[in-house]
Nanobody, 124 residues
Framework: QVQLVESGGGLVQAGGSLRLSCAAS????????MGWFRQAPGKVREFVAA????????YYADSLKGRFTISRDSAKNTVYLQMNSLKPEDTAVYYC?????????????????WGQGTQVTVSS
């Protein structure tokens, strides 16, 4: 059974930082793109960031460039999201995702493995 398990969420003050981790099990994603999405209360799920199979190609939501950094450790089957200068509007459930096939971040429609999510709350 394939599982993606997120960790690292929590409560942080505005301006602070958090690092999310997502560990995959049940299969390797070393040849596949992985990414992060988020869903705020009352809003649709939105794309955050994604990384290619080898970590060399990354893609970010325009509004998050410069504050968030995605990386991966394929040996550990894990993807990370470093979030800096957090704002209250970053409050959301953050979901890890992976492609069953597809080595590069786009298209976003190809993400078909999902974690359960981790809550990130940024207080003002």
């Amino acid at each position: 059974q394939v599982q993606l398990v997120e960790s690292g969420g929590g409560l942080v003050q505005a301006g602070g930082s958090l690092r999310l981790s997502c560990a995959a099990s049940g299969r390797t994603f070393s040849s596949n793109a992985m990414g992060w999405f988020r869903q705020a209360p009352g809003k649709v799920r939105e794309f955050v960031a994604a990384v290619s199979w080898n970590g060399r190609s990354t893609y970010y939501a325009d509004s998050l460039k410069g504050r968030f950094t995605i990386s991966r450790d394929s040996a550990k089957n894990t993807v990370y999201l470093q979030m800096n200068s957090l704002k209250p509007e970053d409050t959301a459930v953050y979901y890890c995702a992976a492609k069953g096939s597809g080595a590069y971040p786009l298209p976003l429609s190809e993400y078909n493995y999902w974690g359960q999510g981790t809550q990130v709350t940024v207080s003002s």
